[in-house]
Structure formats: structure tokens, C-alpha cells
């Protein structure tokens, strides 16, 4: 049973926390068990059960993994915990990139055992775009084989930074009895209650403690001067100047304090949870960024006065209570009856009834202060990434979240025109939910995708929507969207349109020569005739003549890019041109011009980052060289190995799943388009050819 009774809270007494990690290290068990230690539910769950706070959708209790980031707000000793427990599975990674958002620091889970992981170092990357301080909670401690040294080790060895143990392991696996909190130099164990209690450090165990006491406070020192004066004076510092000299390093992402334990036991929670509520950041102050007048990011601090403003950083469609806006008050305090403007809608609303959340729980609350998370319902002019403004003449907008590129798609289709609206409508409703999720139409190809971030993703979402819709979905690999140029100067050729059937005749001819331009310039139209021979008026008939050719292409009906046109000469009679007839004369020396400028194919490269055990290397580099890929670079992260290279889209369509076939599933990847290529010989022979025969097929 949930337990409501959130009050308002002033900005002082937030923390906000985005607890994240590759998957299965223990995320959604851990918050169960604060959320059990906060009073706010009378026993913790397990995944396993189905019935925690936090992973409670449908699609996250039957695949026991969590999928959407879900907030919950809990009282520790007297200030507000908004925590957000985020998804570790990469293919939610649009989730996990909302809580970053919304939070001034994250919670990173590792396993005692497997120590940092695929998602581990990707979403440490994340972090270190967004400079956000973090800490460490080592997991699993009761797991076979943890070990916390070895995996403070490989810490050490995978990124750079300070890791700053300050809660250790009494044993570990069968043997883990509970937790060392450093600063206070107290054991936890587990009481009879299900919670724990403190003893005190037994005998044995002094000189394992003494040793990471005196990094604890030689490294506590480092974060104020007079602390470090103070060492040097006294040869130790007191809790509480330990406490500040971690609080200064954590706050300007100097230091990453380590903390351990065993969510499933439910130890390690205390020091945690202490450790958050009295030294992790707190909102006020903290910069939030907003574009100025020429579309440069310019920080704006987080403060209690001023007009309230506020960012939505996500948006769920629930099943009982409709849309739900996540949003951050950055300034000022949000209550139901400030109305709010949308600078990019122009349109205005009242808030409404302002809620906090507790996993699928709303609590209504008074107002939300300056740093607060929480939510308006159903709102007509919120979607993730809104600016909400109390002054509606304040013309300003907070920096959208970028989310990855997609690195999956599908070309979809449904049975008849009534299943396809139905589909349509469904998939613009996970759009709105999701912005890593992607549907259009692509227009080159003829065909709708959808993309998103792997396999698991898309086919999650279209499961559901036939389910739902009792529709059935189609889905084929998409084509790839080639593009066509020439390489080299056509020379002048001629081409005259005429026409005489009775009445007016049809009358054009146009003298072009084409030559390649530079990648990405596209176009460029040169009229050279000189002396009148075709009127001013029917110019703009020969260059639509020519964009409609490069749309439809020569080779294989992909669009023509990156042509430069000269018209050379033409000819016009006084009757019979027209826009139209000049338009169509240009189209057929376009045509003519393109066999002599040596066509060519381009197909899409993209740029591809692989994250995999070192064990996989050698499987990797081999099939990225099968796949015309081109190796930009290796780096070693701890024991784990980031390649990158550049390699055709068309050999990445099903990356997503020879990558999991490589690696046992472990493996994990980026893709970003980077340029257009030459496509040649036979590979280009059977574009041209598919191209052929479904000509021949349509007809
Ligand atoms: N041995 C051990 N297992 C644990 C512990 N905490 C969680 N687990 C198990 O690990 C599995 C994953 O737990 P979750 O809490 O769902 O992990 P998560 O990090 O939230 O997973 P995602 O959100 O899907 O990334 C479950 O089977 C848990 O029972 C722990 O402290 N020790
Ligand atoms: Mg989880």
C-alpha cells in the first residue's frame, strides 16, 4: 500500500536523483527498498513479484525489466527525494536521457560481481556531456562471486575520476553480512524489522577499515582549503568536515563517492539514502539552458523568484488519468492557477491541478517550488521539451533534450486502408510518449518506417499496437535511400520539345551542360544565353523542369544531387512556347546531359560506434570488414573496447541483430549518418537492376 501526504516543499529541501545503470544491476529493487525504508510502502517487492512501486506497466511486469522512467517523491528526513528510476536496457536509453534532464545528479548502479558494463560506460559518457556530478552504488554485494575491490578497480581503470569509497562491504556473497559506513565508522546489519541496524566495527575488521578511512579523509580534504589546512594541522577531520569536503567535490564533479550493498537484502539503503538527503546537490542555483535571441545557449540558474517558468522533460499517455506532463519548475513556484504560455504554440492555459507522483500514484499538491519535479494533467500546449512561462511576454525557450539517433528501422505496412489508420493513429500516440521513437514516410523510397533504438524497441511497440488494435503489421527491412550525381562535365547537348496537333503547337529548345558541384551544395543554375534567344519568363519553367527531373532520378529513380546546370542557348516561337513546353524540353535535356556525365549511385555512410567485450574483437573487426566498413579508430575503456568506423547503411539495417548473434547479446551500438558515397560495379548494378524490375513489376 502506497502511503500519500507529500506536501508542498520550499527549493531548499529537493534533491533530485536519476538512479541509472545497465541493466539488471538492481535499480528498480534498490528504490523498492528506499522507498520500504522511507515508510511509504509497508514491504518491498521484487521484480519477480510484479508489484514494485516503480517498474508497474503492463509491458514492464510481463518482461520484468523496467522500461519507462517513472518519478517517485518520498520524505527522508525532513526533504523531498524525487527520484527517477530509469531503464538500463539501451534500447530505452530516450527514458534514461529524460531523467537526466530533470536531475541534478545520478545514482549509477554497478554489479558487485560484472563491475562496469556495456551500458555502464555509455551512459558515463552521457553524464560526462551533461558534467553531472554522480556516485557509485556497488549492488549484489550478496551475489556469488561480488567483489568489491575488484570492481572499485576496474572503476579506477575505465574512467577517469576520483572514486571516493565512503560505504564498504562487511564479506561478500554468502558471507555479506552488511555495510561499513566510513564516515561514521559504524557497521549496518540487518534487524529483525527487515531494516537495518547499527553496530559497532568488530576487532577484526579495523585494519581493513583504517585504510580506506584515511583515502575517505585525505580525499574529503581536497574538496575546501581550510580542509585541507585543517588535515595538516590535525591529521584527521571530523564527520561533518568530511561530509563537506565530499559535498564540495561531489557538487562540482570532482569526486565520485562509492557506496555499497544488497538491494534484495535491503542493506546499504541507510548510508544511501543519508548520503542523498545531506551531500548530494540541490537544485537552487543550478544551471538550466535557454537559447538567446541569435539561438546560442545561455545558462539560466535555477531561483525562486521571478515568474515561474518551467520545461517538460517527459509526457505519458495513462490509461486512467490521460496525458501526464513531467515538468521542472526552474523558476518561481507553480501552483494550479498561474496560466501558462507557450512561446513556440503562442497559446496559453491554466496548470490546472499540480500532482506529485509516486510510481503510477498522482498526489495532488499545493505548488511546486523552484527546482521541484512533478506533473500537470492533460494539458493542451505541454509536450516533452515545452517551455512553460507564467510571463507571457517572455519570449524565451529552454534547450531541448537531444536524444541518439536510431539505429533500427523497419519499413511497416498493414492490410488494408482501414488498418492503416488505426496503425497511423497508434503510432503517433507512442510518438508523443517517446521522442527516440521515429515514423515517417520517406518519400525516395515510397515507404513508411519506423525507427528507434533496436530491435527490442520497435517490435515492443508494434506487438502492442496489434494486440490493441487487432490489426496485423507487416515488416520488411527498409530500402536503403540512395541518392544519384554524375562525375563529370556533360558537354553541351540540345533537346527540342515540339508538338503539332491542331490548334497551338508546343514549342522549346534548350541547350544545357551539367558538371558536378560539391558535396551537399545540391544545385546551382547558371543562365548564360546571351543575346535574348529565350525570354526571361520562361527560365523558371526550365529550372522546375530540372528539379523535377532530379527527383525522379536517372539510374534508379533516387533523387539527383549535387548538379550544376548552365544553360547554354535555347529557342522559342512566338506562339507555341509555353512555361510548359520549356519546362519539359529541359526535363529531356537533363536526361540526355545525365548519360553523358558519367551517373553514379550514392549510397549513405554512417558512422558507427560498437561498445563490446574485449573477447569479441576479433569477430568484430572481421565482420565490419565483410561489411565494406572502414575502421576509424579503437580505444580501450577498462576491459571493454569502443571501435569506430564508417561503414555503408545498407550493410547496418540489421546490425542491431548480427551484433547480438556476435556478441551473446552483450554487445551495444551508435549509428549517426556521416556523408554520401560513391556506390560501384556490381553493388551498384543491383540497386539499378531492383530498380528495373520493379518498373517491370508495376507494369
Ligand atoms: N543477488 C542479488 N540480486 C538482486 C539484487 N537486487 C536485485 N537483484 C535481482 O536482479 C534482477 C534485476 O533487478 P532489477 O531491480 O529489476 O534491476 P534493474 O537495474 O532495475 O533492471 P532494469 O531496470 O531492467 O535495467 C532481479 O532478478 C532482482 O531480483 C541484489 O541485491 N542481489
Ligand atoms: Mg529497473
Not at 521522442?435 to 524497441?457: A, D, W
Amino acid at each position: 500500500m502506497i502511503k500519500g501526504g507529500l506536501m508542498s516543499v520550499v527549493s531548499t529541501d529537493l534533491r533530485n536523483v536519476a538512479i541509472i545503470g545497465h541493466n539488471e544491476t538492481g535499480k528498480t529493487t534498490l528504490l523498492e527498498q528506499m522507498l520500504f525504508y522511507a515508510k511509504v510502502i509497508s514491504r518491498a517487492e521484487t521484480v519477480e513479484s510484479g508489484r514494485t512501486t516503480s517498474d508497474f506497466t503492463e509491458e514492464e511486469i510481463a518482461n520484468k525489466i523496467s522500461i519507462h522512467a517513472s518519478l517517485v517523491s518520498f520524505n527522508w528526513e525532513g526533504k523531498t527525494l524525487n527520484i527517477l528510476d530509469t531503464p538500463g536496457t539501451a534500447a530505452f536509453i530516450g527514458e534514461t536521457i529524460c531523467g537526466f534532464r530533470s536531475c541534478e545528479s545520478a545514482l549509477m548502479v554497478v554489479d558487485g560481481r560484472d563491475g562496469a558494463q556495456i551500458e555502464t560506460i555509455k551512459l558515463w559518457r552521457h553524464l560526462d556531456e551533461r558534467n553531472k556530478p554522480r556516485a557509485i552504488f556497488i549492488n549484489k554485494m550478496n551475489r556469488d562471486r561480488a567483489d568489491y575491490t575488484t570492481v572499485l578497480e576496474d572503476l579506477n581503470n575505465t574512467f577517469k575520476t576520483t572514486f571516493v569509497p565512503v560505504v564498504i562491504p562487511m564479506g561478500a556473497g554468502k558471507e555479506f553480512k552488511g555495510v561499513i559506513n566510513l564516515i561514521e565508522n559504524q557497521c549496518y546489519v540487518l534487524g529483525d524489522d527487515g531494516k537495518e541496524k547499527i553496530i559497532d566495527i568488530p576487532e577484526d575488521m579495523h585494519e581493513y577499515v583504517e585504510g580506506y578511512r584515511t583515502s575517505l579523509i585525505e580525499n574529503a580534504a581536497e574538496g575546501a582549503d581550510d580542509l585541507i589546512e585543517r588535515y595538516f594541522e590535525v591529521g584527521t577531520l571530523d564527520k561533518d568536515e568530511i561530509r563537506r569536503g565530499l559535498r564540495e567535490g561531489l557538487d562540482q564533479n570532482r569526486v565520485v563517492p562509492v557506496f555499497c550493498g544488497a538491494g534484495e537484502l535491503g542493506l546499504g539503503i541507510t548510508s544511501m539514502l543519508n548520503f542523498i538527503r545531506y551531500n548530494f546537490p540541490k537544485p537552487l542555483g543550478k544551471n538550466e539552458w535557454v537559447y538567446d535571441k541569435e539561438g546560442n545557449v545561455t545558462p539560466y540558474p535555477i531561483k525562486e523568484e521571478g515568474p515561474v517558468s518551467a520545461v517538460v522533460f517527459k509526457t505519458t499517455l495513462d490509461q486512467f488519468s490521460g496525458k501526464l506532463s513531467f515538468l521542472k519548475v526552474v523558476t518561481g513556484t507553480l501552483t494550479g492557477d498561474i496560466e501558462l504560455y507557450n512561446p513556440s504554440l503562442g497559446k496559453k492555459e491554466r496548470s490546472g491541478k499540480v500532482y506529485r507522483m509516486i510510481g503510477k500514484k498522482l498526489t495532488e499538491v499545493d505548488s511546486l517550488a523552484a527546482g521541484d519535479i512533478g506533473i500537470i494533467a492533460k494539458s493542451n500546449i505541454a509536450a516533452t521539451n515545452s517551455t512553460l512561462l507564467e510571463d507571457h511576454e517572455a519570449n524565451f525557450k529552454f534547450k531541448k533534450v537531444a536524444f541518439p539517433q536510431p539505429i533500427y528501422a523497419l519499413a511497416i505496412s498493414a492490410d488494408d486502408k482501414k488498418s492503416e489508420v488505426k496503425m497511423n493513429e497508434a503510432l503517433h500516440k507512442v510518438k508523443e510518449e517517446d521522442l527516440t521513437f521515429m515514423i515517417h514516410f520517406n518519400e525516395e523510397t515510397k515507404e513508411s518506417v519506423v525507427s528507434g533504438m533496436g530491435e527490442l524497441h520497435i517490435n515492443m511497440i508494434l506487438n502492442k499496437i496489434k494486440e490493441k488494435q487487432k490489426i496485423s503489421i507487416q515488416t520488411k527491412l527498409p530500402r536503403v535511400a540512395y541518392r544519384e550525381t554524375i562525375t563529370k562535365k556533360s558537354g553541351v547537348v540540345e533537346y527540342s520539345h515540339k508538338k503539332q496537333s491542331g490548334g497551338h503547337g508546343q514549342y522549346a529548345r534548350v541547350l544545357i551542360e551539367i558538371e558536378p558541384i560539391a558535396r551537399g551544395e545540391h544545385y546551382s543554375f547558371t543562365n548564360a544565353i546571351k543575346g535574348g534567344s529565350v525570354s526571361k519568363g520562361y527560365i523558371p519553367g526550365i529550372e522546375k523542369g530540372l528539379h523535377e527531373q532530379m527527383l525522379d532520378g536517372f539510374l534508379a529513380g533516387y533523387p539527383v544531387v549535387d548538379v550544376g546546370f548552365t544553360l547554354v542557348d535555347g529557342k522559342e516561337h512566338p506562339v507555341d512556347s509555353s512555361e510548359m513546353a520549356f519546362k519539359l524540353a529541359a526535363k529531356g535535356a537533363m536526361k540526355l546531359a545525365m548519360a553523358k556525365a558519367a551517373p553514379v549511385l550514392l549510397e549513405p555512410v554512417m558512422k558507427l560506434s560498437v561498445f563490446i567485450d574485449n573477447e569479441y574483437l576479433g569477430d568484430i573487426l572481421s565482420d565490419l570488414s565483410s561489411k565494406r566498413g572502414r575502421v576509424l579508430g579503437q580505444e580501450d575503456i577498462g576491459h571493454l573496447q569502443l571501435v569506430k568506423a564508417l561503414v555503408p547503411q545498407s550493410e547496418l539495417l540489421n546490425y542491431a541483430i548480427d551484433l547480438k548473434s556476435m556478441t551473446s547479446g552483450t554487445g551495444s551500438f551508435e549509428i549517426e549518418f556521416d556523408h554520401y558515397e560513391p556506390l560501384h560495379g556490381k553493388l551498384s548494378d543491383e540497386v539499378i537492376q531492383a530498380y528495373k524490375d520493379s518498373l517491370e513489376d508495376e507494369e
